[in-house]
């Protein structure tokens, strides 16, 4: 590794990347708001007394974004990690 490494230029970075990750996060504090609003409560902090528009909510949280953000985040933050990797490894193209 080089001891010469910078942060990459606003210019060369890739915007998927970050604009995944920056929704992953907001799928995973939504996949956790649930604990916010009632606690611990049976059925992972769900509602189970509320109203029909509570359960499709906790319906739509269940089936879209729990367990699903977590690993895309996991492999963002893999691809990210690899990037910085490659670049330290890569020769410095101004020294």
């Known amino acids: 590794m080089t001891s010469d490494a910078r942060p990459t ?3 060369e970075r890739a915007l ?3 604009l995944a990750r920056g929704f992953m996060l ?3 504090a939504l996949a956790n708001s649930h604990y916010f609003l009632r606690g611990e409560t ?3 902090g769900f509602p189970m007394d509320g109203s029909r528009l509570d359960d499709a909510a906790t319906w739509a ?3 879209f974004v729990d ?7 996991g492999l963002l933050f893999g691809y990210g990690v690899a990037q910085i ?6 020769p410095s193209r101004s020294r």
């Open 85 to 90: 990797v490659r670049r330290c490894s890569a």
């Open 61 to 63: 949280i269940s089936t």
């Open 9 to 11: 230029a606003l210019s």
């Open 26 to 28: 907001l799928f995973i």
């Open 42 to 44: 049976p059925m992972g």
């Open 16 to 18: 998927g990347p970050d």
């Open 67 to 73: 367990g699903r953000a977590f690993p895309m985040f």
